[in-house]
Each structure stands twice: as C-alpha cells, then as structure tokens.
T-cell receptor, first 115, second 114 residues
Framework: EAGVAQSPRYKIIEKRQSVAFWCNPI?????LYWYQQILGQGPKLLIQ????????DSQLPKDRFSAERLKGVDSTLKIQPAKLEDSAVYLC?????????????FGAGSRLTVL | GENVEQHPSTLSVQEGDSAVIKCTYSDSASNYFPWYKQELGKRPQLIID?????GEKKDQRIAVTLNKTAKHFSLHITETQPEDSAVYFC?????????????FGTGTRLLVSP
C-alpha cells in the first residue's frame, strides 16, 4: 500500500513569514495526526482529526497555527506568522484501528527552518 | 495529561550485546504501548507494540515487556547489530476508545559498535 505522503520535504523561511504543509494519508485511514518534532525530542501531537472533525487540538498554538481536513482525506497545516522556535520537523501520521488501538504510520516529514 | 518518561537518553553497546530501554507512564487508563525506531533523517517506524492485556511480546530479536501495576514497559534488543543504531521512541495511548492519541517519550539514541 502507498504510505503517508507529505510535501514539501524542506522549507526555509524567515520569521514572521507564513508556510503551509500538505499531507495525504493512507487510503482508508480515518484518523490523521500532525506532530511537531523538535531536534532531539520526541514527537509532540499538535492536532488530531477523525475524518474531517477535530478530535484534539489542545497543544496547537492557535494564535499562529491552523490545520484543516476539509474532505476527510488530505490535510494542510499552516503557520502564520512563523517564529524561530517553530523550526522542527512536522510529521503527519494516519492510523488504522487494530484490535482496539490506533496503529500510526508516519510520513517522511516536512523539515522547517525559520531564520 | 499523560507523561511518558524514557531512559536512558543514550545507550552504547558492542555488537552482539543486549540493549534495554525503559519507559514509565502516568495514566493508568493507557492500554496501548508502541515502540518506534527512527534512523537519522527518516520517519519513525513502528517496530513492535503491546496492549495492556499482554505482559510480554516477542518478535525475533526484539521483545517488549509491560508491568501495568508499576506503569512501566521496556524494549529489549538481543544480539544487537550495527543496523540497530537509531533513536528509539516509546509511546503510550491516552484518551477514550476511538479517539486515542499517542504521547511519546523523549527518545533513546542507541549506538551499536562493531
């Protein structure tokens, strides 16, 4: 099966600029996640969608980050305006429920550098 | 919220030795515990997982143990090989059935020397 697709793979912007990341999950996976992984740390959940509805966005900095999954398939994550501390890899994942657990598959990530 | 602690942060072993990575979690309702391997510049990949109704699971050279009472779980790699060198993340589920999310540990950098 095809994996989780993300683009762009790399993005360099200056602070206060905006950026958008795109994710296409595995076909049939209803749940989609955006994680932020700062260098040397574990992934931190930003937002979780179930189909096109938001399940959890408690750790999303809503003053600058937004995400949508309009048709319950593809998703975009936007940052506006970017700060230096937003430099990280943004990982998209989708999941299939197996025996009562959400088994996540990650995309390759989008590496953001904010100068 | 859920807190997952992972130790050690770095682990160096000789090829052929065993490696053990330990994690603790705080939410007694957590019922799913996966382990991910992340090679440099690549995506995290699931290598093994365990559910709360099982105490141990093994897949060739890797095994995971779970102690629900103590709220800790461990990854065991036997007969380590240089290609096992990577960062390993544990995770624990949080949330209601159907809307679970994963909380990750801080990672363990494993270096296997030939």
């Amino acid at each position: 099966e095809a994996g989780v697709a993300q683009s762009p793979r790399y993005k360099i912007i200056e602070k206060r600029q905006s950026v958008a990341f795109w994710c296409n999950p595995i076909s049939g996976h209803a749940t989609l996640y955006w994680y932020q992984q700062i260098l040397g740390q574990g992934p931190k959940l930003l937002i979780q969608f179930q189909n096109n509805g938001v399940v959890d966005d408690s750790q999303l900095p809503k003053d600058r980050f937004s995400a949508e999954r309009l048709k319950g398939v593809d998703s975009t994550l936007k940052i506006q305006p970017a700060k230096l501390e937003d430099s990280a890899v943004y990982l998209c994942a989708s999941s299939l429920r197996v025996s009562g657990a959400n088994v996540l598959t990650f995309g390759a990530g989008s590496r953001l550098t904010v100068l | 919220g859920e807190n997952v602690e992972q130790h050690p942060s770095t682990l160096s072993v000789q090829e052929g030795d065993s490696a053990v990575i330990k994690c603790t979690y705080s939410d007694s309702a957590s019922n799913y515990f996966p382990w991910y391997k992340q090679e440099l510049g690549k995506r995290p990949q699931l290598i093994i997982d365990i559910r709360s109704n099982v105490g141990e699971k093994k897949d060739q050279r890797i095994a995971v143990t779970l102690n629900k009472t103590a709220k800790h779980f461990s990854l065991h790699i036997t007969e380590t090989q240089p290609e096992d060198s990577a960062v390993y993340f544990c995770a624990a589920s949080l949330g209601n059935t159907g809307f679970q999310k994963l909380v990750f540990g801080t990672g363990t950098r494993l270096l296997v020397s030939p």
